[in-house]
């Protein structure tokens, strides 16, 4: 009951602020007009513009959890629609910063140092301020620039409040509204406040850039700040200052003699490893996230939000964009059911209709205009008829796709960064669906159930000694059986065991 209560006021709060902005007819419903007006007291709206405009700047005077909320819609294009998900997909973490004494305390309290030991120089004004933290240049006692990521102060108590309502509603809707439990809201709040969890610990942001820098280590191209660990805590990220043009910067680029080609090249062939190569990517490289240095590589920042794909998927992936790309529209249908994405009992040649209205009228595009990315998220439009779940890591790819495209028409529209990634598509294709990739994985699952037989063995020895001790009841003439009693002379009793076990392994390796 008290947790009702207090979600109801919050919601109320909620209702007032969306009233104000005009941002309640995301609801389209009548009911939901004449409450805008009661709260708004037959005063004027206070923001025009789009339905999202105003629904993103509602989002940002209700605070942190909001804006990531808001965020995370921005992938929805199927419930949204497109508009109003570009228009969130615009959402900046426009908050006022908080004042240098709450930083240095925290900065104090997790490094356990007085700030003047640490660095030589700190500057007091940050140069940004998001959601959940904000951003200070130093110079570290050792005489390195540095960044420094200070948690915002009490932006986990605001968290724990505003997701504890989001589970609420959740909750409620798919308890009220069955046809609503094939979008999971409730898995989809947990994985919302799993990623908000990861992202205010600083600590986990670090181990992602460490990662990512990793995976491109000797690559020039992609470059990942160091991490400053000796000064790194939950609350504070201390990371290697870096400098450079931002990416959607046409102009300047240009200016600095570099080639808008060859920055191009970069990010399509970063992308690609990324994604398909590594399967653990940057999902939030907008271009205030990456910069062109003097040498014309990119450099990137902020690696709070990051995404994994598995190979399974990955493989489906490949699989489906190869069937759309070559007008395989059936394997196309048919890679959604075999990942499980489309439940069986649907009907695969409808299925592939679906896939051929999607297709077909951008086939006869020039292949600069062809956005894959909006390709797949026409595909989430037709998730309700075909009874799909939502897939939040196709989702969060889909979104990272749809910046990423941003980026390279910014740069050069004449141009698909696909198309400039097609030949290490293809080798990749090869290396991981072709007759080759399925030979090595027949010999990894082979290795790999060798590797068990010894366990199974012992497994089966300790199930032998349980039985004949009475730890499992079987019939007496069973256990007459195991012991060698009234079988045929010359039959070791081991044989049952060995070729059980040899039986099992061929099974598990076809």
Same mark, same amino acid.
């Given at each position: 009951? =008290?947790? !009702?209560?207090?979600?109801?006021?919050?919601?109320?709060?909620?209702?007032?602020?969306?009233?104000?902005?005009?941002?309640?007819?995301?609801?389209?419903?009548?009911?939901? @007009?004449?409450?805008?007006?009661?709260? &708004?007291?037959? &005063? $004027?709206?206070?923001?025009?513009?789009?339905?999202?405009?105003?629904?993103?700047?509602?989002?940002?005077?209700?605070?942190?959890?909001?804006?990531?909320?808001?965020?995370?819609?921005?992938? /929805?294009?199927?419930?949204?629609?497109?508009?109003?998900?570009?228009?969130?997909?615009?959402?900046?973490?426009?908050?006022?910063?908080?004042?240098?004494?709450?930083? &240095?305390?925290?900065?104090?309290?997790?490094?356990?140092?007085?700030?003047?030991?640490?660095?030589?120089?700190?500057?007091?004004?940050?140069?940004?301020?998001?959601? =959940?933290? @904000?951003?200070?240049?130093?110079?570290?006692?050792?005489?390195?620039?540095?960044?420094?990521?200070?948690?915002?102060?009490?932006?986990?108590?605001?968290?724990?409040?505003? =997701?504890?309502?989001?589970?609420?509603?959740?909750?409620?809707?798919?308890?009220?509204?069955?046809?609503?439990? /094939?979008?999971?809201?409730?898995?989809?709040?947990?994985?919302?406040?799993?990623?908000?969890?990861?992202?205010?610990?600083?600590?986990?942001?670090?181990?992602?850039?460490?990662?990512?820098?990793?995976?491109?280590?000797?690559?020039?191209?992609?470059?990942?700040?160091?991490?400053?660990?000796?000064?790194?805590?939950?609350?504070?990220?201390?990371?290697?200052?870096?400098?450079?043009?931002?990416?959607?910067?046409?102009?300047?680029?240009?200016?600095?003699?570099? !080639?808008?080609?060859?920055?191009?090249?970069?990010?399509?062939?970063?992308?690609?490893?990324?994604?398909? /190569? $590594?399967?653990?990517?940057?999902?939030?490289?907008?271009?205030?996230?990456?910069?062109?240095?003097?040498?014309?590589?990119?450099?990137?920042?902020?690696?709070?939000?990051?995404?994994?794909?598995?190979?399974?998927?990955?493989?489906?992936?490949?699989?489906?964009?190869?069937?759309?790309?070559?007008?395989?529209? &059936?394997?196309?249908?048919?890679?959604?059911?075999?990942?499980?994405?489309?439940?069986?009992?649907?009907?695969?040649?409808?299925?592939?209709?679906?896939?051929? !209205?999607?297709?077909?009228?951008?086939?006869?595009?020039?292949?600069?205009?062809? !956005?894959?990315?909006?390709?797949?998220?026409?595909?989430?439009?037709?998730?309700?008829?075909?009874?799909?779940?939502?897939?939040?890591?196709?989702?969060?790819?889909?979104?990272?796709?749809?910046?990423?495209?941003?980026?390279?028409?910014?740069?050069?529209?004449?141009?698909?960064?696909?198309?400039?990634? /097609?030949?290490?598509?293809?080798?990749?294709?090869?290396?991981?669906?072709?007759? @080759?990739?399925?030979?090595?994985?027949?010999?990894?699952?082979?290795?790999?159930?060798?590797?068990?037989?010894?366990?199974?063995?012992?497994?089966?020895?300790?199930?032998?000694?349980?039985?004949?001790?009475?730890?499992?009841?079987?019939?007496?003439?069973?256990?007459?059986?195991?012991?060698?009693?009234?079988?045929?002379?010359?039959?070791?009793?081991?044989?049952?065991?060995?070729?059980?076990?040899?039986?099992?392994?061929?099974?598990?390796?076809?």
């Amino acid at each position: 009951m =008290i947790r !009702s209560l207090r979600n109801l006021h919050r919601l109320l709060t909620i209702a007032r602020v969306l009233a104000r902005h005009d941002a309640l007819d995301i609801v389209d419903l009548p009911l939901a @007009q004449l409450g805008a007006k009661a709260l &708004r007291l037959g &005063r $004027d709206p206070i923001h025009g513009g789009r339905p999202g405009e105003r629904l993103a700047a509602a989002l940002v005077e209700l605070g942190p959890t909001f804006i990531k909320l808001g965020q995370a819609l921005s992938t /929805r294009a199927d419930l949204l629609g497109e508009e109003m998900a570009a228009d969130l997909s615009e959402l900046q973490d426009r908050l006022a910063p908080f004042p240098f004494k709450e930083a &240095r305390r925290i900065i104090e309290d997790e490094l356990e140092a007085p700030i003047e030991t640490l660095f030589q120089s700190f500057d007091e004004q940050p140069v940004a301020a998001a959601s =959940i933290a @904000q951003v200070h240049f130093a110079v570290t006692a050792e005489g390195e620039e540095v960044a420094v990521k200070v948690l915002r102060p009490g932006v986990e108590a605001a968290f724990k409040r505003d =997701i504890d309502l989001l589970r609420w509603l959740a909750e409620w809707a798919e308890l009220t509204q069955p046809k609503l439990r /094939r979008l999971r809201l409730v898995e989809s709040v947990d994985t919302f406040e799993e990623s908000i969890h990861l992202e205010m610990d600083l600590r986990f942001e670090a181990a992602a850039a460490a990662e990512l820098a990793e995976n491109f280590a000797g690559d020039d191209t992609f470059r990942v700040p160091a991490i400053d660990w000796s000064r790194t805590a939950k609350r504070v990220l201390t990371l290697e200052r870096v400098s450079g043009i931002p990416v959607d910067e046409k102009d300047a680029i240009v200016a600095a003699g570099l !080639s808008l080609d060859e920055v191009l090249q970069k990010a399509a062939e970063a992308f690609f490893n990324m994604v398909f /190569r $590594d399967g653990f990517f940057h999902a939030d490289m907008h271009p205030g996230n990456l910069f062109v240095d003097l040498k014309g590589n990119l450099v990137a920042v902020d690696f709070g939000i990051m995404g994994r794909v598995d190979l399974p998927t990955r493989r489906h992936l490949g699989e489906m964009l190869i069937g759309f790309l070559t007008g395989d529209y &059936r394997r196309a249908a048919e890679v959604h059911f075999e990942a499980g994405w489309v439940p069986a009992d649907k009907s695969v040649d409808t299925f592939t209709q679906a896939c051929r !209205s999607i297709a077909e009228p951008i086939m006869g595009k020039p292949l600069h205009e062809i !956005s894959i990315a909006r390709l797949l998220g026409q595909l989430f439009k037709i998730t309700e008829q075909f009874a799909m779940q939502t897939q939040p890591q196709l989702l969060m790819l889909q979104k990272s796709m749809l910046v990423a495209e941003g980026v390279g028409r910014t740069l050069d529209p004449r141009v698909n960064m696909w198309e400039l990634a /097609r030949p290490m598509i293809e080798t990749w294709m090869r290396a991981n669906l072709g007759p @080759q990739a399925r030979v090595k994985d027949t010999v990894v699952n082979a290795v790999a159930t060798l590797e068990r037989l010894p366990r199974m063995l012992a497994e089966t020895e300790k199930a032998y000694s349980a039985m004949m001790n009475g730890g499992l009841k079987l019939h007496p003439d069973t256990v007459r059986a195991m012991r060698g009693e009234g079988r045929r002379k010359g039959l070791p009793g081991w044989l049952p065991w060995v070729l059980a076990a040899v039986l099992g392994g061929l099974y598990l390796w076809k």
